[in-house]
Nanobody, 115 residues
């Protein structure tokens, strides 16, 4: 029953910024874990950022200092603010929601960073 809808992807030049949004169909305030994953062509899907209901965050090493994950509980939406984008950030980005009994994925949004 949980649906996640990503938006905000697109084409941007290196050094630019994008903000991804993930709107959930359920209340997310107490969801144990929400995050963003990405998958580049020819590579495995990898964790980009994770945010827990307690407010702690973790980031993949290559995006630390450039990406910020946040949540708006009133809007049931999680965001990924991406700055100083690099061509290697090009990938399909997926929203993830994890509970103690199930996990859910969005359909993904394409981010392309050109040189």
């Amino acid at each position: 029953q949980v649906q996640l809808v990503e938006s905000g992807g697109g084409l941007v030049q290196a050094g630019g910024s994008l903000r991804l949004s993930c709107a959930a169909s359920v209340t997310i305030g107490s969801i144990p874990r929400m995050g963003w994953y990405r998958q580049a062509p020819g590579k495995q899907r990898e964790l980009v950022a994770v945010l827990t209901s307690g407010g702690s965050t973790n980031y993949e090493d290559s995006v630390k200092g450039r990406f910020t994950i946040s949540r708006d509980n009133a809007k049931n939406t999680v965001y990924l603010q991406m700055s100083s984008l690099k061509p290697e950030d090009t990938a399909v980005y997926y929203c993830y929601l994890g509970t103690y009994s199930a996990c859910y994925w969005g359909q993904g949004t394409q981010v392309t960073v050109s040189s």
